[in-house]
């Protein structure tokens, strides 16, 4: 099986907290290494289009600016449910596009860096992933997830890509990651 790493296609427009307000971000982030797991469902974000991307197509099915939230089409949220129903967790939010919904990447997996392979560096808060190496025991059958070294990066199996592609999904752009 293939993983891949996933972001937003940079001919995309993006999305931003409403008036450059970063409060879905910092929810997001404090979240993801966990600091506040309860704040970033105690609100609703207001979200608006990044305003230098007027020149940018704004058909993305996903955005990546808010990892490990994603803000998805309805389309893309199918996806994410039919392919890894217990993985994600919908979030609050207000998008200048109706369709758009929060989901939280909710699995994280211990031990799936393998960090032999991997370059990093380690401060005395975290790693700071530069090439992820993924160990094969440890993300096999998971389809959706974050690993918990490098808990803002989001991962998916070749299960999810190819459903992603079967639907036309837009604006993800894929990175294969190596597993050993």
């Given at each position: 099986?293939?993983?891949?790493s996933?972001?937003?296609?940079?001919?995309?427009?993006?999305?931003?907290g409403k008036?450059?307000?970063?409060?879905?971000?910092?929810?997001?982030?404090?979240?993801?290494f966990?600091?506040?797991?309860?704040?970033?469902?105690?609100?609703?974000?207001?979200?608006?289009?990044?305003?230098?991307?007027?020149?940018?197509?704004?058909?993305?099915?996903?955005?990546?600016?808010?990892?490990?939230?994603l803000?998805?089409?309805?389309?893309?949220?199918?996806?994410?449910?039919?392919?890894?129903?217990?993985?994600?967790?919908?979030?609050?939010?207000?998008?200048?596009?109706?369709?758009?919904?929060?989901?939280?990447?909710?699995?994280?997996?211990?031990?799936?860096?393998?960090?032999?392979?991997?370059?990093?560096?380690?401060?005395?808060n975290?790693?700071?992933?530069?090439?992820?190496?993924?160990?094969?025991?440890?993300v096999?059958?998971?389809?959706?997830?974050?690993?918990?070294?490098?808990?803002?990066?989001?991962?998916?199996?070749?299960?999810?890509?190819?459903?992603?592609?079967?639907?036309?999904?837009?604006?993800?752009?894929?990175?294969?990651?190596?597993?050993?």
């Amino acid at each position: 099986m293939k993983y891949y790493s996933i972001t937003q296609d940079s001919k995309f427009k993006t999305l931003i907290g409403k008036d450059g307000d970063l409060s879905l971000h910092a929810a997001a982030q404090q979240y993801a290494f966990g600091n506040d797991v309860k704040s970033l469902f105690a609100n609703q974000y207001e979200l608006d289009f990044n305003p230098d991307d007027k020149k940018k197509k704004d058909a993305s099915d996903i955005f990546t600016f808010f990892k490990p939230v994603l803000i998805v089409t309805s389309k893309a949220k199918i996806i994410f449910r039919s392919v890894a129903p217990n993985s994600i967790e919908d979030v609050g939010v207000l998008s200048p596009n109706s369709d758009h919904s929060g989901i939280l990447v909710q699995t994280v997996l211990d031990g799936a860096l393998n960090r032999e392979l991997s370059e990093f560096d380690e401060y005395p808060n975290g790693l700071v992933v530069y090439r992820v190496v993924l160990n094969a025991l440890a993300v096999q059958g998971c389809d959706v997830f974050r690993v918990a070294e490098s808990p803002l990066s989001i991962f998916v199996s070749d299960k999810f890509v190819d459903a992603a592609k079967d639907s036309g999904l837009k604006g993800l752009d894929l990175r294969e990651i190596r597993v050993v």
